[in-house]
């Protein structure tokens, strides 16, 4: 895989690094953030994390279930905001944004992948893919012309005019990748891209956020399998609305039992 | 270098809206066409009502105007004391001086009525009333002879009768042989022809017409005229109108009646054009029904595309992208159903009419009325479900897939 574009284009910065003096600012910034959602009883999702997230990691949240991984990802994508505590996104502080802004911060700078893929069955993968950078302003020649360019990102550059119902669940999830992709985000966040898959289908997807993190791509992944967890840079443990690893933090133990051996091989494709 | 001058939520294109509004009723044909139809019925039953009674006063209206607006018509009124009034002799001629007049013509009515036979009581209330008549009033009432021919400078001293088309029709005489009579006022009349309908001139109808020396001959007519037609350049009309009293009858003004028979006439054209209001009424009936179905599809597709709704918010939409395109969706929806409801309103006008020989006219208000009543009926039943989208938060519309 190349960063050349089928239009020879090199896509921009992935990651649109901001510089603060002579340090560069984290990409991400989420400080002691906690979230309570007021339903009855109160459910506390979140109980104060704190973490950042630099331009090119790749981060890999894991923990049970209902222990506030979906809550921080949907806070970490500005779809939602923190009860306390405060995120950053490019330097953008969620708290000061309008929801109009948030969107518009959403539409350029943030790509996300759900577990469901979210494809419309009705359009073509290209169309899906190009609808990406339908909310950027971006006119739907050039829509179409960076679909292109996303889709042999993920490998799918054969199969632009196929229906979603055309093709296999690991490609559907290609699919909506090069879609979180087109609008070459800052960062991205991915919700469970492998819980719809089966074990090898889900090892190739992690592959091609392995060889993204290689372009240069900021990626966050949520999963609760530890295996694939193992294989990422940066692995983060939460238990109960808390970060309870991080494998950043030299000093950290992860509570949990140790990882299999990572694997090495980064060519998992299907 | 926090740069939320950057942040900067873009509009939609024309044509992005356009191919999203589609997105509800590509996924969901059936569904959409069926909560269309609604709107479609009322839209045509609107479009029908109206097209069918514009086409069927076309026709008359048509007619009306060939046969000419500027015809006047001066009759005897009545006298102060509620007896009939006379008009004096030499009106017709003070009449054709008024400079705008172009043509005058005359009737008077002639005691006595006309039969078939002797044979027929006089009791009888088929009888005819006898008019004279002058040379010039077929053109004048603007009508022609069907059979035989019209009285002229000959026949009009002697017996010889000309039949309007309803006498005609009313003494059962419907062709004109020679030697044909009929019985006036006690003697035998000649039938010369028979006259084809006179639109403006029922009077002229249903007479029978003989000529003024032969009714002072025979008839013992008084040689006063009772109804004189008058053609007047059209746009002083009205000016002319305004003398006709005073210069038919200057001593008393007040005795004549003067009136506009084309202008009767087309009152008449429009009332008998006149909406049906009872299927007007089910026709907005119809399309109330049809809104009510358009909120409702609208409603439970909103809930259907929850994940979509939050997809579109993770892209970058933000609550006005979401709002527009539920409207929109509506909007078509109804749009949809509006021009499929004037094609058949129109197709149902052009059936009709044209088996009964009317001419197919639409009225404007009809047809953009319907279109325009449907994409207002599209906006206010797509509201409420499209700012109900637009509300929804992202977490929530994400949630609980
Ligand atoms: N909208 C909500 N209203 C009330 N409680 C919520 C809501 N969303 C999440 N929760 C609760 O917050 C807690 C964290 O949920 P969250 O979805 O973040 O967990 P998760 O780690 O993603 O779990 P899973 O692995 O099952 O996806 C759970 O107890 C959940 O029930
Ligand atoms: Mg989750």
Do not use: C
Not at chain 1, 252 to 261: E, H, I, K, L
Request: no cysteine.
């Amino acid at each position: 895989m190349t960063l050349m574009t089928s239009a020879g284009r090199v896509p921009e910065v992935f990651g649109a690094a901001r510089v603060d003096g002579d340090r560069p600012r984290p990409l991400l910034e989420v400080d002691q953030v906690t979230k309570v959602y007021p339903s009855e009883p109160p459910v506390t999702a979140l109980r104060g994390v704190s973490f950042t997230v630099a331009r090119g990691e790749l981060v890999g949240f894991v923990g049970p279930s209902g222990s506030g991984k979906t809550t921080l990802l949907h806070l970490m994508g500005t779809l939602d905001r923190p009860s306390s505590g405060h995120v950053r996104v490019t330097g953008l502080d969620v708290e000061q944004l309008s929801d109009r802004e948030l969107a518009a911060l959403r539409a350029t700078r943030i790509g996300f992948v759900f577990q469901q893929f979210f494809l419309a069955e009705h359009q073509s993968v290209l169309d899906n893919v190009a609808d990406g950078l339908l909310y950027a302003g971006v006119p739907q020649a050039e829509r179409r012309a960076r679909a292109l360019d996303a889709l042999s990102m993920v490998g799918l550059e054969g199969r632009p005019h196929a229906r979603p119902n055309q093709l296999s669940g690991g490609q559907r999830q290609r699919v909506a990748i090069a879609r979180a992709l087109v609008g070459s985000p800052a960062i991205v966040f991915a919700d469970e891209p492998t819980g719809n898959l089966d074990q090898a289908t889900g090892q190739a997807i992690l592959g091609l956020f392995e060889d993204l993190h290689d372009l240069g791509v900021t990626i966050v992944v949520i999963t609760h399998d530890r295996d694939i967890a193992a294989r990422l840079g940066r692995r983060i443990e939460m238990l109960d609305g808390q970060i309870v690893f991080d494998s950043a933090d030299k000093a950290a133990v992860s509570p949990m039992p140790a990882p299999r051996a990572h694997s090495s091989g980064k060519d998992h494709r299907p | 270098m926090t740069d939320t001058a950057t942040l900067e939520v873009r509009k939609l294109r024309p044509s992005d809206l356009g191919r999203l509004s589609t997105v509800g009723l590509r996924t969901r044909k059936l569904r959409a066409g069926l909560s269309a139809l609604g709107i479609a019925i009322g839209v045509a039953a609107i479009v029908a009502v109206l097209g069918l009674s514009s086409s069927a006063s076309a026709g008359l209206l048509n007619e009306i105007s060939s046969l000419g607006t500027n015809l006047l018509v001066v009759q005897n009124g009545q006298t102060r004391f509620g007896q009939t009034a006379e008009l004096p002799k030499a009106a017709p001629a003070m009449i054709a001086r008024i400079n705008p007049v172009t043509s005058v013509e005359e009737t008077g009515s002639v005691t006595g009525n006309a039969y078939r036979s002797p044979l027929i009581p006089t009791i009888d209330t088929n009888a005819l009333s006898i008019a004279t008549s002058s040379l010039g009033l077929l053109h004048t009432v603007g009508t022609t002879v069907a059979q035989g021919s019209y009285l002229n400078a000959a026949t009009a001293r002697e017996p010889v009768a000309v039949l309007g088309a309803a006498a005609a029709q009313r003494l059962g005489i419907d062709r004109v042989f020679p030697g044909e009579r009929i019985w006036a006022d006690n003697m035998w009349f000649y039938v010369a022809g028979i006259l084809k309908p006179a639109v403006l001139a029922p009077a002229v109808d249903s007479s029978v017409l003989v000529g003024f020396p032969a009714a002072e001959h025979y008839l013992g007519f008084d040689g006063h005229p009772t109804t004189i037609y008058v053609r007047a350049q059209s746009g002083h009309v009205d000016a002319v109108d305004n003398l006709l009293g005073a210069t038919a009858n200057p001593q008393n003004p007040n005795e004549v009646d003067v009136s506009q028979p084309s202008a009767a006439l087309v009152a008449q054209a429009d009332a008998q054009g006149a909406f049906d209001d009872l299927f007007l009424g089910l026709g907005a009936v119809a399309l109330l029904v049809g809104a009510v179905g358009v909120a409702n599809i609208m409603i439970i597709s909103v809930l259907e595309r929850r994940s979509e709704i939050g997809l579109r918010r993770a892209l970058g939409a933000t609550k006005g992208h979401i709002r527009v395109q539920f409207l929109a969706e509506a909007v078509l929806l109804a749009l949809l159903g509006g021009a499929f409801g004037v094609g058949i309103g129109v197709l149902a006008t052009a059936v009709y009419a044209s088996s009964r020989h009317e001419l197919v006219v639409i009225p404007v208000l009809a047809w953009a009325g319907g279109i325009g009543a449907a994409i207002l009926i599209g906006a206010v039943a797509g509201l409420w479900p499209a700012l109900r989208a637009a509300r929804m938060s992202p977490t929530q519309a994400l949630w609980s897939m």
